[in-house]
């Protein structure tokens, strides 16, 4: 039986849709494999459960960083298995549309490509995020009219201009969610001597976590390894203390966007003052980066309503254009 297969293959997660947009699987692109053999011990939620609490030998490894594969054999195998769980491992044949952050070299696609079908994905085909975005939230991208997408990973930040089923115009910084975390991270250790892992500084970021000052003020308590001691200890942090820590990484995005309505051409500008830039993926949902952008650029800015599965979604709805069908024209390009 064959299987349809829609694959966002992020940094810090991997999401698998079918060709309807619905999501099969949501992990974490993490492996924990041994250190003499190279094989995988756990891969995804099975891995995340044992960080922290391995034995000597082995080690755990994203094997994707800024969007671009950096571990080949440990990718291959993550893909393996994750399309295996999402598909039931009913499946004798699968087609995949798997996406890409369109700022890679001809090189780091190549390898997402081999890794695919390494996992086993006969017919495979790559989309770039934003183009996979766009449709994932309703997007109409074939039409002559001018979108802005701005999709926030774990590890880059992607500004497109989609119009005519393509990107016309795009910029990519690898400056993203996890730099705000590694921003919390080190200002827990420097204000309150207090070490943090970077799940903890994720949890700050979506509790309390804002890069606006007219968000108002909350706290929370934090758990962490005192640097003096090496004894555990509790600190009380608020929003507002942490948000100067977050402002460099906001910057960065704001500048992204900024660098890309700047290459813009005129005609798909005036569009986008209409109908406004749309933000996706999971830094999308930090509080007050939307207002932050708009205040920048004085254009209105919505974030998606599923912005973590808007790329997976818009992936798996692109299977059977760019597979089944073989068309080129309101997808972008194959591999």
């Known amino acids: 039986m064959a299987v349809d297969l829609g694959i966002d293959l992020g940094t810090s997660t991997t999401l698998i849709c079918n060709d309807s947009g619905e999501i099969l699987l949501n992990e974490p692109s993490l492996v924990i494999r041994s250190d003499t053999s190279g094989q995988p011990v756990a891969i995804g939620s099975a891995a995340s459960d044992m960080i922290g609490r391995t034995p000597e030998g082995v080690s755990a490894i994203m094997p994707v960083q800024g969007g671009a594969i950096t571990a080949y054999s440990a990718t291959a195998a ?9 598909s039931g491992g009913t499946f004798s ?53 001018g979108y802005m997408l701005v999709n926030i990973g774990a590890g ?17 910084v690898r400056t993203a969610g996890a730099s705000f975390d590694s921003a919390i991270v080190q200002y827990v250790k420097k204000q309150y001597g207090t070490v943090i892992g970077d799940s903890t500084a994720e949890s700050i970021k979506i509790s309390i976590g804002s890069v606006y000052a007219g968000i108002e003020s909350e706290t929370l308590e934090v758990n962490g390894r005192d640097m003096m001691t090496g004894l555990p200890k509790t600190a009380t942090i608020n929003a507002s203390e942490i948000r100067p820590s977050l402002t460099e990484t906001a910057d960065a995005i704001v500048d992204a966007v900024k660098i890309t309505l700047e290459k813009t051409p005129p005609e798909l500008a005036a569009d986008i003052l209409k109908s406004g830039i749309v933000l996706t993926g999971g830094g999308a949902m930090l509080r007050g980066l939307g207002r932050l952008i708009n205040i920048s650029t004085e254009i209105p800015v919505y974030i998606a309503e599923n912005p973590i599965e808007c790329v997976a979604s818009g992936a798996g709805r692109a299977v059977d254009f760019m597979i089944n069908r073989r068309g080129k024209g309101i997808f972008g390009r194959e591999m």
């Open 78 to 86: 993550m893909l393996k298995y994750f399309v295996k769980k999402a």
């Open 93 to 145: 044949r699968v087609r995949a549309v798997m996406s890409v952050p369109c700022g890679i070299s001809e090189v780091e696609r190549r390898a997402a490509y081999e890794a695919a079908q390494a996992a086993g994905i006969r017919d495979v085909a790559l989309i770039e995020a934003p183009l996979a975005a766009a449709a994932g939230c309703g997007v109409d991208i074939g039409a002559p009219m």
């Open 156 to 172: 880059i930040c992607e500004a497109a201009v989609v119009s005519l089923g393509g990107i016309v115009v795009s910029y990519s």
